[in-house]
């Protein structure tokens, strides 16, 4: 490992970035975890047509690789206008016409935003846990907002960095039931193995 001062020096980096422009960064979910995702969906045989929500689409990637991997029907939203504004970036430099992006906050989502048949999160829940301002709250009106946009028996695959399984499947106990767990990257630290990153796929009852 690293010392620990240059952890620091490339998480400053990194939170510098994401206040910048919403973007929270390779250090955090990388390629694997994008790859993951794909590879449930490609394996579920999920319907290229199936409308996919990105829960805080940040700079848009994985739409873009989503898309790559014939998905026709992807929503990215994130509060931050910056994000949104980069993906639209991103979107039109990969030329790809259809990703729909929006400013939205998840946990006061618009009318529009529902009926949705995956949803999908990968650190947004974290960011929303880590509020300093009521973040139990903050936690329940997620899980509210994610009835109210995902279908029954519609698919949420979620990664964290902060919960364990244990903890996400009881945050998600009320309308949700896990349906796997995906495997992550393993790490040792003083002699325990754990998991850095928690991969789940709910479906919604």
Excluded: H
Aim: glycine share 8%.
């Amino acid at each position: 490992f690293p010392p620990a001062s240059s952890w620091d020096a490339a998480y400053e980096r990194e939170l510098q970035t994401f206040e910048d422009i919403g973007d929270a960064g390779e250090i955090w979910f990388g390629e694997e975890s994008m790859v993951r995702i794909i590879r449930w969906l490609e394996k579920q045989k999920v319907p290229l047509d199936s409308s996919v929500l990105d829960i805080g689409t940040g700079n848009g990637v994985l739409l873009i690789e989503l898309a790559k991997s014939g998905y026709m029907n992807l929503t990215g939203i994130d509060y931050s206008p910056s994000a949104i504004q980069l993906s639209e970036k991103l979107r039109e430099k990969e030329g790809m016409s259809n990703i729909k992006l929006k400013v939205e906050d998840f946990l006061a989502p618009s009318a529009e935003l529902s009926g949705f048949e995956i949803c999908i999160d990968k650190g947004t829940f974290d960011a929303i846990s880590l509020n300093p301002d009521n973040a139990v709250g903050k936690r329940k009106e997620y899980v509210r907002s994610l009835c109210s946009v995902l279908k029954p028996e519609g698919f949420f695959l979620i990664t964290s960095c902060n919960w364990t399984k244990e903890e996400l499947l009881n945050e998600f106990r009320e309308g949700f039931e896990i349906l796997e767990e995906l495997p992550t990257p393993k790490f040792c630290f003083g002699g325990r193995i754990g998991n850095s990153v928690t991969a789940l796929v709910f479906q919604r009852k």
